[in-house]
């Protein structure tokens, strides 16, 4: 989503540069391709001062007139650098509802000492809005609402694709323990002893690849499973779908289901976060609780038997090209900067 952000606030006649504190990664290659300054601090384990200290230098230099930082790990970096530098405004966006705990810790303690200098905090959907309202180191008075968005074009060109071999299952994401792909594992072994005309395939890869190989090999499933590692072609690989499946504990508004959705699949997703209320609201899928197998197998039978499957493709694809195009977040965005800038203008004036 940030990349798309700023690529998209690029082609708007902003200048927009990128800072990674630690390494650029595949994100920040795609970044500088597109002709966005990206700058990597490699910044060591724990806090840093220099890191701080080469911060507040590049803007001084830039002087930015709003810092966009993305999740609370980065932002008391960029919301202190940011006010020492000279940027104008402050923004903070959450991605994750687990991004900030209800339970106090050590990153609800960073994040809220930074809120004094954070001018706005955006929350990515309806759901994590609520959420964080509820949390004592949000300030409920500063927080807004931006419906994440995704590039659509790419995803609307995929045409429908009928079963007329193997039903195929997709997943895409990261194989970290916030993605339960262990309990997804568990309900297709389900699936697959009802309907063994079927598979699933996994985009992404992560820590966990060694454990949910040997879930695999230990559930006899590796004629039934592939891990397909990462790939950045993610419209060609749901062109080989037929529906898309979230087995996540804990979500905001995930990228890859609307995606999905945009590309014309029907969804299964856990009833967790916005996806809740995208498969809700389009009437495109099926929901059930995170980390319950049986219940989750038990909708991917009921996609496998539906005869509904293309009219819920359909209302997927036109619920997401109606609302989630980044062109439509981008400029929620650039109107939620202008009103910052606006506010610190008028206090200048009074003072």
């Known amino acids: 989503m940030s990349l798309d952000l700023a690529t998209c606030l690029q082609t708007r006649g902003h200048q927009v540069r990128i800072i990674c504190l630690r390494t650029a990664g595949v994100l920040g290659k795609q ?19 220099p890191t701080l200290r080469r911060m507040v230098n590049l803007f001084r230099c830039w002087r930015p007139d709003v810092v966009h930082t993305h999740n609370p790990l980065v932002h008391h970096y960029g919301s202190l650098a940011g006010r020492l530098g000279g940027a104008a405004g402050v923004v903070s966006t959450l991605h994750g509802i687990n991004n900030i705990s209800l339970k106090p810790g050590s990153r609800e303690l960073l994040y809220g000492l930074s809120s004094p200098l954070t001018d706005r905090v955006v929350a990515v959907c309806p759901a994590a809005y609520d959420y964080f309202r509820r949390s004592a180191v949000v300030p409920k008075r500063k927080l807004a609402m931006i419906d994440n968005g995704v590039p659509l074009e790419p995803f609307l060109r995929i045409p429908s694709r009928p079963c007329n071999g193997d039903f195929v299952f997709g997943a895409v994401g990261r194989l970290v323990p916030m993605k339960d792909h262990l309990s997804l594992l568990e309900a297709f072994s389900i699936v697959s002893r009802q309907h063994p005309d079927c598979r699933l395939e996994i985009l992404g890869d992560g820590p966990l690849r060694p454990a949910l190989e040997a879930k695999i090999a230990a559930l006899r499933l590796s004629e039934h499973v592939r891990l397909q590692g990462y790939s950045e072609d993610v419209p060609g690989f749901l062109t080989r779908v037929h529906a898309f499946v979230l087995s996540s504990i804990t979500e905001g508004l995930p990228l890859t289901v609307l995606e999905a959705m945009a590309s014309g699949l029907p969804i299964v997703g856990t009833d967790v976060g916005g996806v809740s209320e995208v498969v809700r609201k389009s009437g495109c899928g099926w929901l059930c609780p995170p980390s319950a197998p049986a219940q989750l197998a038990r909708a991917l039978v009921a996609v496998l038997e539906s005869n509904d499957r293309e009219i819920l493709g359909r209302r997927a694809r036109r619920f997401a090209e109606e609302g989630y195009s980044v062109s439509r977040m981008t400029a929620q965005y650039e109107h939620l900067f202008e009103e910052v800038l606006s506010k610190r203008q008028s206090r200048a004036t009074c003072n």
């Not at 970044?31 to 001062?49: Q, T």
């Open 31 to 49: 970044a500088s391709g597109a002709g966005i300054e990206v700058v990597a601090l490699a910044k060591p384990e724990g806090f840093s001062l």
